[in-house]
């Protein structure tokens, strides 16, 4: 996550893309590169960083890592977006970040060298009068630059990344950054470090997931990355790997060459033969060769164990929805949900997490501050697949769609192994102050040092009100942002106004034992196919928006979710829902008796009702039946 500490404000700007930081990819030098800008991290966007005054500029970066020890500094490529108005362009090493007094300024005062430079736009390249060999104490590598005058053109800069690494940025300027200063945890450099002496067929194996899953009885794919080491980059890669006993074998040529850049990384994948044992399995993977060349690098192997089920889990994914009435393009995710409910209806789960415009315009569906949200969320509307995958509620990886793609992004979701079964049965009380729900847990293999819990989460459908508050605002209105959207439930938005009025919202989170530290924790020794049973209880009284205001307009339309969580790393394992409260009969759940009794109601057009109308009703009973009604 990007802290918000000092000198943000100062520092961060508009980010102007421009270089690509990899442009050197074919380096026929046949150097390693030493760069922070890799293609990956928080963003993974390029842009300019300074503060808005004439003033002189040092920036450095620090290398410390032991895989560079021994190799030669022969070269420094500094990014420059305009020499517009600069000049006396320095590179220089060394050990530690210095200053010193010259005619009453503070100067960069390098211990190593520094080296004079011809200004240039673009991609400078200087190489050094006196190659650096890297020891074990590690280096400081920077350029330094004048502003004769400040202009628009000039005013930031410091090209960076938003990927962020230790040692990354250090600045000190004439005025603003007074003494030397770490913004490491902000943003990175783009600078390049030419190496000599680094191997030139190279690269390492990293694990693809914290943790691997398969069945019995069929071939599973399994995901690793290739991270290049060498100064060659990596065109293709010949690998072998032990599983079960045997040894086998494999080559995958890449269709985008990974470049001479240290660190890069793309995926490839193997298939792990059929066996018909549940069990733990090691697979030991090792790359052997790089561009048809042995392997260089000590690093290039790796062990990882493999769960192997005899039945897989059904995965239901989970999609948290951030919207807010206030938000002009929130109606997308009120229709993705409202589409996926119609398609998917036993399997789909959503949970909607309203947001106030402010104190004085409140969403009166809103029960928690942005702050507490489980995800990151960087404005509305916004939308995860399994606190692991942003998405748009509607066009799934395309925010921009037309048409739904929501349900191809959570199909891939749910394709995707899951390590445990649950499920998930409710009730109300029998004065309805209170709904009960329990969860049960299960894992077809036992596991040692697990971190496995379950969030619950209070559900209501059929919310709706006459405030100004329920109005949702809508973009869409009039066709101002498209005609042509796929969906039916678009419609009532494409020819509404600019606030659509009367609206029924359903999937809407309003309480969580996230909230009230009563999640249920799993032992860390898990047991094979135990059933494990886990309580939850929401006291209906307190459950109030953030205006204070009770939120439960009706207890039949309650439902509750059960969310399996990986602690390791804050991701759903798998997630169950209940019935809506009013159509169980005492504790039902997912994997309830079902009877013919109506559970959905939806017009011609795909919009859900709370009951028939007058004409054609589409009605899906419980049992999976769907039928059409007329009421006269």
């Not at 040692?167 to 004439?174: A, D, R, V």
């Amino acid at each position: 996550m990007m802290k918000n500490n000092r000198f943000r404000a100062i520092l961060m700007a508009v980010l102007m893309l421009g270089f690509v930081a990899n442009a050197f990819a074919g380096d026929t030098a046949a150097r390693l590169v030493y760069s922070l800008d890799r293609g990956f991290g928080i963003t993974g966007s390029r842009g300019n960083v300074g503060t808005p005054l004439k003033q002189d500029y040092d920036v450095a970066i620090r290398i410390n890592d032991k895989h560079f020890v021994g190799m030669t500094i022969a070269a420094v490529r500094v990014p420059i977006d305009t020499m517009r108005n600069l000049s006396g362009l320095k590179v220089w090493l060394s050990k530690e970040l210095a200053l010193e007094v010259v005619d009453g300024k503070k100067v960069n005062k390098p211990d190593i060298l520094s080296q004079d430079a011809e200004m240039g736009q673009g991609w400078v390249e200087v190489a050094l009068d006196k190659p650096y060999t890297i020891t074990d104490e590690g280096v400081y590598v920077g350029y330094s630059f004048n502003m004769d005058e400040m202009d628009n053109s000039n005013r930031r800069p410091v090209r960076i990344t938003t990927e962020l690494h230790e040692g990354g940025l250090f600045m000190h300027t004439s005025r603003s950054y007074r003494s030397w200063t770490d913004v490491s945890d902000q943003c990175s450099s783009t600078m390049q470090v030419l190496l000599d002496g680094a191997p030139k067929y190279a690269a390492s194996v990293l694990a693809g997931s914290t943790s691997y899953f398969g069945a019995t009885g069929i071939e599973n794919p399994l995901t690793f990355y290739v991270e290049n080491h060498g100064a060659a980059g990596v065109k293709s890669i010949d690998y072998s790997f032990e599983y079960n006993g045997n040894t086998y074998t494999g080559r995958k040529k890449f269709s985008k060459a990974l470049s001479s850049v240290y660190g890069v990384q793309t995926s490839f994948e193997i298939d792990l033969p059929v066996v018909d044992k549940k069990d733990y399995y090691p697979v030991e993977l090792k790359i052997t060769k790089v561009n048809g060349n042995d392997n260089e690098d000590a690093e290039g192997q790796l062990t990882q164990q493999v769960c192997i089920f005899d039945k897989l889990p059904k995965h239901r994914a989970l999609l948290e929805e951030y919207t807010g009435t206030w938000c002009g393009y929130c109606p997308r995710g009120y229709v993705g949900l409202a589409a996926m409910n119609r398609l998917y209806p036993d399997d789909f789960i959503a949970l909607s997490y309203h947001n106030s415009e402010s104190e004085r315009k409140p969403d009166p569906m809103e029960v928690m501050p942005g702050s507490d949200y489980p995800s990151n969320i960087s404005g509305f509307p916004s939308a995860w697949l399994d606190r692991a995958y942003e998405v748009d509620a509607y066009g799934g990886f395309n925010a921009s769609s037309t048409e739904l793609g929501i349900d191809d992004a959570w199909k891939a979701v749910c394709g995707l192994l899951a390590e445990a079964n649950i499920d998930v049965k409710a009730e109300l009380n029998a004065d309805k102050t209170a709904v009960e729900a329990k969860a049960n847990v299960s894992f077809p293999l036992e596991i040692n040092n697990a971190r496995y819990g379950v969030e619950f989460v209070l559900v209501a459908d059929g919310l709706t009100g006459t405030a100004d508050g329920w109005n949702q605002k809508n973009y869409y209105a009039k066709g101002k942002n498209g005609t042509d959207f796929s969906e039916p439930e678009f419609e009532q938005f494409v020819k509404g106004d600019s606030y659509v009025s009367g609206l029924v919202f359903d999937d809407v989170a309003v309480a969580t034992t996230r909230l009230t530290g009563e999640n249920q924790y799993l032992p860390e020794a898990i047991e094979e196919d135990k059933v494990y049973e886990l309580p939850a209880t929401f006291q209906l009284a307190k459950v109030k928006n953030t205006s204070g205001e009770n939120i439960v307009q009706n207890a039949d339309n309650l439902r509750v979710v059960a969310v399996l969580i990986d602690y390791n790393d804050g991701t759903v394992v798998n997630a169950a829902k209940t019935l809506r409260l009013g159509e169980a009969t005492g504790i039902k759940g997912v994997n309830a008796d079902e009877d013919g009794k109506p559970v959905e109601i939806y017009d011609l057009s795909g919009r859900r009702l709370n009951s028939m109308q007058q004409g054609l009703n589409i009605v899906k009973t419980a049992d999976g039946r769907t039928s059409k009604i007329i009421v006269k």
